[in-house]
């Protein structure tokens, strides 16, 4: 059994907002990419989780997030995209909305 290291969450409320900013300065915020990711074993989010319920009243559910690594990142928009759904056309990663015209023209690469 490979260790389950490095699980990345973010906590969201029951509106489906997520915790943002940081410790004592939180936030919440309705953008995925604004969420504080937390490690849930390094940061003890389930004791945190609890606490928070207990002396907050805070009701957090725990999102667990892909890690950062399995996704590409287009050079035009940056934004983050699965892999197969990112086209190299030898010098830069396109996502499919910034896919130059000329290169979806061209033939599919197989590799
Ligand atoms: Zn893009």
Known sequence: MPERLGI?????????????????M????EDLS????????????????????????????IVSIDPVERYEVCDFCGHRTMPYSTYFDGKNYFCRDCLPAQASAMPANPS
């Open 34 to 61: 604004q969420a504080k990711v937390f490690d849930f074993i390094r940061d003890h989010i389930s004791e945190q989780v609890e606490i928070l319920r207990r002396d907050h009243g805070l009701e957090l559910s």
């Open 26 to 29: 939180w936030t919440f915020t």
């Open 8 to 24: 990345h969450v973010v906590l969201r409320d029951g509106y489906g907002r997520y915790l943002a900013g940081q410790r004592d």
